[in-house]
């Protein structure tokens, strides 16, 4: 029995040191969830009854493509909003209420051929959008310039951010490749703003979300939820959270009242 007991007490030992070790695995080498995160029912008074001034839009592409969007508020401090692949410039509806509230100028616009946009679909020409939005929120008066992108809309908000002047860049599940907008090592690596990089535990872009953020340059913060949620599909089930999160990003580095 002595025996008996003695193998036991040194499996429970080896098995706690494993937990243990397997708990401090290199920061590149898994995706880190966030263990304070816990699903949150939306608040009604959020976004469905926040009051702030907006407006429908157009402008001008370089080639010659009229694009819609809608902007949020007003500011120095503007904000260009890129939605998914499968979506419009409503995905970032709340959010950008949320912003305008904040005190910042957010523009949610659309793709080329999507919603309120002109023209044929062209994914390779959507960082071209995105210039064209950046111009837009400058010529309405912005001074600095901030940018957030969900999945396909994440990938051609890094794309542009190594080439132009933007005070911080937030994404929610930015794809690493997709089409001509490729988000390499490079291309992290050429951004010199301050990053956020957030998505969930189980989604298929997880481990590619961590790896831009090993490689990139500070300032830079991640933020992993658990589940499976992609892009801006994360609002729904941590609204309040994801909201908070992305509103002290921009407070940190691109405070609206500075």
């Known amino acids: 029995m002595r025996g008996a007991r003695m193998w036991w007490v040194g499996s429970a030992l080896l098995l706690a040191m494993v937990v243990a070790v397997a708990g401090c695995g290199s920061e590149s080498g898994s995706v880190r969830v966030a263990p304070t995160a816990t699903p949150t029912t939306p608040q009604p008074t959020a976004t469905a009854t926040l009051t702030v001034p907006m407006r429908t839009v157009t402008f001008m ?5 009229r694009l819609g969007g809608t902007l949020y508020g007003n500011g120095t401090v503007g904000v260009a909003l890129s939605h ?7 995905q970032w509806r709340g959010f950008a209420r949320q912003l305008a509230a904040h005190g ?3 523009l949610a616009f659309d793709f080329r051929g999507r919603n309120t946009s002109a023209g044929p679909r062209d994914i390779s020409k959507e960082d071209v959008d995105l210039r064209a939005a950046i111009g837009f929120l400058r010529a309405q008066g912005a001074k600095r310039i901030a940018l957030m992108g969900a999945s396909l809309g994440g990938a051609v908000t890094l794309r542009v951010a190594t080439t132009e002047s933007v005070a911080a860049v937030a994404t929610l599940s930015a794809v690493p490749t997709i089409s001509t907008q490729e988000v390499t090592d ?3 690596l050429a951004i010199k703003a301050p990053k956020l990089f957030i998505n969930s535990e189980l989604d298929y872009a997880a481990s590619s979300t961590q790896h831009m953020y090993d490689i990139a340059s500070q300032p830079k913060q991640i933020y992993i939820y658990p589940g499976n949620a992609h892009g801006v599909g994360i609002f729904s089930e941590y609204g309040p959270d994801l909201t908070q999160r992305l509103l002290t990003f921009m407070d940190t580095y691109a405070p609206a009242h500075a």
């Open 61 to 65: 592409t370089p080639d010659g493509l």
């Open 84 to 90: 998914q692949i499968d979506g419009t410039q409503d």
């Open 104 to 106: 910042y100028m957010a």
């Open 186 to 188: 490079a291309t992290i």
